[in-house]
């Protein structure tokens, strides 16, 4: 069994970081045959407790981990300090924390997720994804809702969806693997003139070397991924699973059990080979640009 210990300092946010953390933690468990249940009792706690704490679902305790770490035999005082500094770096909050009340505590995760993603998938069937979206594009599509949001919070979330691009030209950055329904782009949100610059900044993103922009034509007619939009998150750590997103209108949803992701993986693989070619995505751009705006 691999019970190598997690490393900090690259994994993504705090989500990421417990996901690894409680992993480490599961299988130094399992290694010394150590129920849920007794370790549980070992912090004055719960067998569900550990469960959450093994699935990074919940922020660690200090006291906590020192406790377990002791009790699956780690006792060399430096090793368990760098264990208890990455618990501490796993409690902190986000860059998007200070956002606040304008990001849902559901997205939170995964923006966490996502920042820590070494590569990127994702199929969307009415929008541009939202790591390719221009300013003008994003604040049309949330101002849709508008409602009784204040402008200010309408702001908020422009500027953490242009923030996350920003994971797209880090030091060792994902690959961004997109496939996009040409419905997408025949939709004009906020405008022919924001769509003019949305499609113009398409053709700019396709030429990123870590960036693959696949489009789904008209012509190709019914296809694998028909029915709803989704993300599938792949990362560098052993110690996370990949996991597939979907996002509803007030939850998001993430899928990590094999035979789920499986299914999804399969969907993507051939909406891959139902779109045109990446190396024909700017003609196709230009195309429904000339055309259409």
Known sequence: MNTSPPVGGSTGGPTALRMIMGGYLRRLREA??????????????????????????VGFKVRDVE?????????????????LALVKEANQPGWWHRYGDALPDWFSAYLDLEGAASM??????????????????????????????????????????LSRQNVLKK??????????????????FGGRAVMRDQIQALIEASEMPNVRIQIVRFSSGAHSGAGAPFTWLRFASEDLKDVIYL???????????????????????????????PS???DILREILNANY
């Open 32 to 57: 010394q045959g150590i129920t849920r249940e007794r370790a549980g009792y070992e912090i004055r706690s719960s067998e569900s407790k550990i469960s959450r704490m093994e699935l990074g679902r």
């Open 171 to 188: 030091h060792d950055p994902p690959i961004l693997w997109t496939v996009i329904d040409e419905a997408a782009l025949h939709r004009p």
């Open 67 to 83: 406790d377990l770490l002791h009790m699956y035999g780690i006792t060399e005082q430096a090793e368990v300090d760098r264990l």
């Open 247 to 277: 996002e509803h209108l007030t939850s998001g949803l993430y899928l990590d059990r094999e035979d789920e992701v499986d299914a999804y993986q399969a969907a993507m693989e051939h909406l891959c080979v139902q779109a045109a070619q």
């Open 280 to 282: 024909k995505t700017p």
């Open 120 to 161: 990127i998938r994702t199929y969307e069937v009415q929008l541009v994804p939202g790591l390719l979206q221009t300013r003008e594009y994003a604040r049309a599509l949330l101002m849709l809702g508008f409602g009784h949001t204040p402008l200010q919070e309408i702001d908020d979330r422009v500027n953490v969806r």
